[in-house]
């Protein structure tokens, strides 16, 4: 990747009937398919720049759909810098649900690479943007916070980073045991969409926000800029990481809970 860069990689894949819903508008779920994988650069504080499309189909599939979904594929690369380079297609038996997977290269610099597993007992905890409510359609059009990881990690020491996929109620928790740390967490504090209870907000998932882990020092410096930096989107602070203890948080977005 270069001199003083490390090279990044990132594979995700959505299927029909857990991600999106038959009757998704086809350009939505392209551009979905896309933004799935950039939001985990987001969260290293790392660009994209190259992908890889596979894309399976049943054969009753119609070719519209299968070029509206190209569509959304290429408007989410091109908002992000990125391009789409190959990929596959491929047919399933009538009936089987589509399914779409990404594969992603980027890279970012040495010295901004932001992981699950640095934060420190003391740190605060922040997410940006609202939580909660994706379901109504947010889960097919979110922004993946490139720029905000990429902005955060070149000007600040952020200790770990992760975005929100299946919800703070579970993601928290899993970014608290890779540092080996516990946390405080203040329900109150967390920001909601419109119309969005605090459980919702914890536990809906696929928010694809960002959730970080910055010293109590930084944190002062970093409340005072982003309002200037990023006008338009929410900063919060929910909690903090502590030696140890955790509060008893269930719930989220499990890929393996049988559906109905």
Not at 114 to 120: E, F, I, Q, T, W
Request: hydrophobic content about 40%.
């Amino acid at each position: 990747a270069g001199r003083g860069r490390v090279e990044l990689l990132k594979t995700d894949c959505i299927i029909c009937g857990v991600h999106f819903l038959p009757d998704a508008t086809p350009r939505k779920v392209g551009w979905k398919a896309v933004a799935r994988t950039l939001s985990d650069f987001a969260a290293m504080g790392g660009l994209p720049r190259h992908l890889l499309v596979t894309l399976a189909v049943p054969s009753d599939c119609q070719m519209r759909w299968v070029e509206d979904v190209y569509r959304g594929v290429n408007k989410c690369a091109r908002a992000f810098g990125c391009f789409v380079v190959g990929g596959e297609t491929s047919s399933l038996p009538a009936g089987a649900p589509v399914m779409i997977s990404v594969a992603g290269s980027g890279s970012a610099r040495r010295s901004q690479v932001v992981l699950r597993s640095g934060g420190r007992p003391g740190d605060l905890l922040f997410v940006t943007g609202r939580l909660g409510g994706s379901q109504r359609g947010r889960h097919l059009s979110f922004m993946p916070r490139l720029a905000e990881g990429d902005w955060l990690s070149r000007h600040f020491r952020v200790h770990a980073m992760m975005d929100l996929s299946d919800g703070l109620a579970m993601d928290l928790p899993r970014l608290a045991t890779a540092s080996k740390c516990g946390f405080r967490l203040d329900e109150n504090a967390v920001p909601r969409s419109r119309g969005v209870t605090v459980q919702e907000a914890l536990k809906d998932g696929e928010d694809y926000e960002l959730l970080f882990a910055i010293s109590e020092r930084s944190s002062r410096r970093l409340i005072a800029e982003w309002p200037e930096k990023f006008p338009g989107l929410k900063l919060t602070h929910v909690g903090a990481l502590a030696e140890e203890g955790a509060q008893g948080l269930s719930g989220g977005w499990d890929h393996f809970r049988e559906r109905a």
